[in-house]
């Protein structure tokens, strides 16, 4: 959903399985009045009046010897059940949580690193008016020029990053208010930036490698656990920068017996006409699953994906991109680089999410 992209504790806060209103002195997620529309540069920023938020970014870099490599970084704001209006500067109302991950298929299985803490004191926030969230010395800022600066230090990797913007901001849904189910107040405000141009280092054994590449960068906000009483267990999520310069987004939240509660899909194609994908429009077919050595759950890894009348295929980097944020947010899900094919072609290369296979998406 991330979304969809959604990734753990927010996404857990937006698709649980209890049915719970907005959470108290937060704004709820109403449809956009006729006409209306997500503004920026402000939409860029940070929401605090909503609870739950994240700018979520993935991409395929190559380095110069052309050796793919997939990545994530991933800023979330939580806001807690804490008073407010309290004055203090300690007073923990607002959590900022980061996930970063490399995957590199010599390597065999995902490295990453995940870290929180609470918003204040210069060492974490997330800032209003424009993109600037930092955790420690992991931060996200957004420039003048539209471009996105990323550098982050972690444990057994770091990235430094810059992504600039090749076509328009992608607004998801009815003008950036996507729908996570049947009822208004079930959704979202969403939009993605796709095809940022990336360039770059990244930094493995002490070593610097330049890197080149294109990226994703969802951003999500919202005050309703998405799902209510739908019995939602869990999501498939993807994002894909298809080769011919178009984008297509696609999710669906499922049941415990993995049937389809809801979905959509977002497609823009190589001349910028955008198509809206209703549920009945939308599915995922898995194709073949792997099994983690570690949790037992078993993921669709290969999947067809259905936007109406066309099919995509489904392939991942490496099986193993399974994530483990039980440190962070508690989750365990697989969220990996794939590429898609469309009618047996190379159509391009993308993120996927698959949350609720280990255990059911929760608070």
């Not at 420690?136 to 600066?149: C, E, F, I, K």
């Not at 869990?234 to 499922?254: C, H």
């Not at 017996?257 to 001349?271: F, Y």
């Not at 995922?284 to 109406?308: H, I, K």
Request: net charge positive.
């Amino acid at each position: 959903m991330h979304s969809i992209r959604y990734c753990a504790v927010f996404l857990m806060l937006l698709c649980g399985l209890s049915s719970r209103a907005a959470a108290p002195g937060y704004s709820p997620v109403p449809p956009l009045p006729a006409g209306a529309s997500l503004r920026f540069p402000a939409d860029y920023g940070a929401h605090p009046d909503y609870k739950t938020e994240w700018w979520y970014v993935t991409g395929w870099l190559n380095t110069s010897d052309g050796k793919p490599l997939g990545f994530q970084v991933t800023f979330f704001r939580s806001g807690t059940e804490h008073d407010r209006a309290n004055p203090s500067k300690f007073a923990p109302k607002q959590l900022i949580i980061g996930h970063a991950a490399v995957s590199d298929p010599a390597h065999g299985k995902l490295l990453h690193d995940q870290r929180s803490a609470r918003q204040g004191f210069d060492i974490a926030y997330a800032k209003v008016g424009d993109a600037d969230v930092k955790l420690d010395d992991w931060r996200m800022t957004r420039n003048a020029d539209g471009s996105y600066a990323i550098r982050v230090d972690a444990a057994s990797f770091a990235l430094n990053l810059k992504l600039a913007p090749s076509q328009p901001v992608l607004l998801q849904g009815e003008r950036g208010y996507s729908r996570k189910g049947p009822r208004p107040e079930q959704a979202s405000y969403y939009y993605s930036e796709p095809q940022l141009k990336t360039t770059g280092t990244i930094t493995r054994n002490g070593k610097a490698a330049a890197v080149t590449g294109a990226s994703w960068l969802d951003h999500e906000w919202s005050s309703q656990i998405l799902g209510g009483d739908s019995a939602a267990v869990g999501w498939d999520w993807i994002g894909a920068n298809l080769d011919d310069g178009g984008a297509l987004m696609a999710f669906q939240l499922r049941d415990k017996t993995g049937a389809k509660l809801w979905s959509h899909a977002t497609w823009r194609d190589a001349s910028g006409k955008i198509t809206q994908f209703a549920p009945e429009q939308v599915g995922f077919a898995a194709q073949r699953r792997w099994r983690s050595p570690r949790t037992n759950a078993e993921y669709p890894v290969e999947s067809r994906l259905t936007t109406g009348n066309v099919e995509w295929r489904i392939v991942p980097l490496q099986d193993d991109q399974e994530l483990d944020s039980r440190r962070s947010t508690g989750a365990v899900y697989w969220e990996g680089a794939v590429t898609l094919t469309r009618d047996g072609k190379p159509a391009g290369r993308a993120y996927l999410e698959l949350t609720g296979y280990v255990s059911p998406m929760k608070l």
